[in-house]
């Protein structure tokens, strides 16, 4: 049996076993006070340590009420293939942590492997499930009330469920909304997308706040059977998103016309019978709701994949270009997009970028784009314009960002995060070209930075 304190010198110190544990320094020096380590720890402990099951659970010494978590625990051991009682689903990260929930949506054929990440809107759910910046990514709602306004066929941002799937904490509530048309788990499983259940996101959001983003495999098997040490292994083996081009995958193959505009009470959406301007919008990923507002904003939208090059472009006569949200790494869908930004930026073509569309332009004015250990997810970001000294509360969903120390010279840094102060915009002092890291259209979200799309046409209008 190792002591409490063995054990987490082992693990390299308080400091480094809070790290590896998701909790903070302050449950680790309770844990030396008290001579225990809660039982839900102990899988984790296993594989990092390489103590066995009873020298672990001997430092433990979980009090009777804690004998089903220590069978649980039992359960979740590397060699088990037996899920815990009432478990049916479990999320596996790369680290070697399991953990265990209840299935729901649709049971996994083979396990879905990406980059776990967590988001914090309060609404918005099944906006956030068909955004394809989302592409792979399992998403875990810190909001534990997820299901409760249902869904329906207008509230979707693709034509599709871009995430890999997602991890909440409580049953998924039943709707109660006047404009639900069906209930969230049958809408997943439908469309083949794998939900868990009955997991402490806390846990797991701080995880991922502290160390940063993992690998993670979501399991649903229908039989029931998990083996945990090759799920592990699926997660530990999978790249990561650096160096990943997500935008094929999820961008249009072909170019076609875009008119509707946005949803408004009591007529639902509209439609654009009499535009002003000619936007080409680039689908890097592109948000249905980015297309709405752009229709609302005076023009007829032309949309082009995201391969399309500055011929490409240019051949539509636009009167400006629109660059779009998507996924993956900027600077591996730059080796194809650069090149076509930077041809349009030399006919003098007034570009907006948003999300991947503002990484790439920077990108292409010559700065550069690193990972963020934990990214910006969520409809509650405050972002400062710096132009006016507005704060605005804004709807992110990145991975990466732009590096504003290698901003050229005619580049300026027009948005900060008051999160975190990484860079949130940029503005071309040469050039009619800007654009913002987050999502002014919303969906789901506020519309605090709508007035983004004026200040496009405004530059639209300037350069004819």
Known sequence: MASVDQIIDRLGGAEAAARLLGVGTEAVRKWRQGRAIPARHWPVLIQATGLPFDAIAGAG???????????????????????PAGASAALVLGDGTVFWGRGFGAPTAAPRVGEVCFNTGMTGYQETLTDPSYAGQIITFTFPHIGNVGVNAEDVESGGVAALGLVVKQDVTEPSNWRAAEHLTGWLRARGITGVCGIDTRALTVRIRDGGAPNGVLAFPADGRFDVPGLIEHAHAWPGLEGMDLAKQVSCTQSYEWDQTRWAWPTGYGRQTAPKHHVVAVDYGAKRNILRSLAAAGCRVTVVPATATAEDILRHRPDGVFLSNGPGDPAATGDYAVPAIRG??????????????????????????????????????PVKDLSTGRVEITSQNHGFAVDETTLPAGVRVSHVSLFDGSNEGLACDDRPAFSVQYHPEASPGPSDAHYLFRRFIEMIERAG
Request: proline share 7%.
């Open 344 to 381: 349009v930026l030399e006919a003098g073509m007034p570009v907006f970028g948003i999300c991947l569309g503002h990484q790439l332009l920077a990108l292409a004015l010559g700065a550069k784009t690193y990972k963020l250990k934990r990214g910006h997810r969520g409809a509650n970001q």
């Open 61 to 83: 010494r979980p009090h009777p009420g804690e004998a089903a978590a220590t069978d649980a625990v039992r359960t979740a051991m590397p060699n088990s293939s037996e899920a």
